[in-house]
């Protein structure tokens, strides 16, 4: 049974970036046809769509972040991972791994989500 | 960018009552209209996507339907476990927004 399963810093400072990893157990995150990617949800607050990404490097970002956002996928450790950079009290939020399907735009699994607190 | 609303932010009902959350977009998305529901310190779960294709182990009871701007998620018999945010979400077009949500308590 597939699962995701986020890492990464609970704690980052204004400014600096963000860097979080999704690893993929139970099935492989290459060859497949899924996309890869991330959501966010403030506290108390709704859901954003963050972006997605194919193993092979293609994909899409939500526009308002996209100058601040890169997705990347590491095949060989079956792991996708998320940078945001010059981060603000703005990014606190809990961060969500999810899957979709190739041809879809719903996210069928996810992560059970890390909170991340931007904060000096 | 397409704008969600939800209708009622809140609902309060009781086990077995027949339960509807209304789901609007700024402009038309065909059928391209998924819901979720999340509960409290949990992710959210897939529910109906496509806006009436019920996913795979979630319940009969929950059943989605409409076209083009207003969709509808519909509980049958809400049971106790059916408590939590219902968030629909449009895959019409980037960026692919979520509604804010309809919280249901059970009375």
């Known amino acids: 049974q597939l699962q995701l399963q986020e890492s990464g810093p609970g704690l980052v400072k204004p400014s600096e970036t963000l860097s979080l990893t999704c690893t993929v157990s139970?099935?492989?995150?290459?060859?497949?046809?899924?996309?890869w990617g991330w959501i966010r949800q403030p506290p108390g607050k709704g859901l954003e769509w963050i972006g997605s990404m194919y193993f092979s490097g293609s994909g899409s970002y939500h526009p308002s972040l996209k100058s601040r956002v890169t997705i990347s996928v590491d095949t060989p450790k079956n792991q996708f991972s998320l940078n945001l950079s010059s981060v603000t009290a703005a990014d606190t939020a809990v961060y969500y791994c999810?899957?979709?399907?190739?041809?879809?735009?719903?996210?069928?699994?996810w992560g059970h989500g890390t909170l991340v607190t931007v904060s000096s | 960018d397409i704008q969600m609303t939800q209708s009622p932010p809140s609902l309060s009902a009781s086990v077995g009552d027949r339960v509807t959350i209304t789901c609007r977009a700024s402009?038309?998305?065909?059928?391209?209209l998924n819901w979720y529901q999340q509960k409290p310190g949990k992710a959210p779960n897939l529910l109906i996507y496509t806006a009436s294709n019920l996913q795979s182990g979630v319940p009969s009871r929950f059943s989605g339907s409409g076209s083009g701007t207003d969709f509808t998620l519909t509980i049958s018999s809400l049971q106790p476990e059916d408590f939590g945010s219902y968030y629909c979400q449009q895959s019409f077009s980037t960026p692919f927004a979520f509604g804010p949500g309809t919280k249901v308590d059970i009375k």
């Open positions: 139970g099935g492989s995150i290459s060859g497949s046809n899924y996309y």
């Open positions: 999810a899957r979709r399907p190739r041809g879809d735009w719903y996210f069928d699994l």
């Open positions: 402009q038309t998305i065909s059928t391209f």
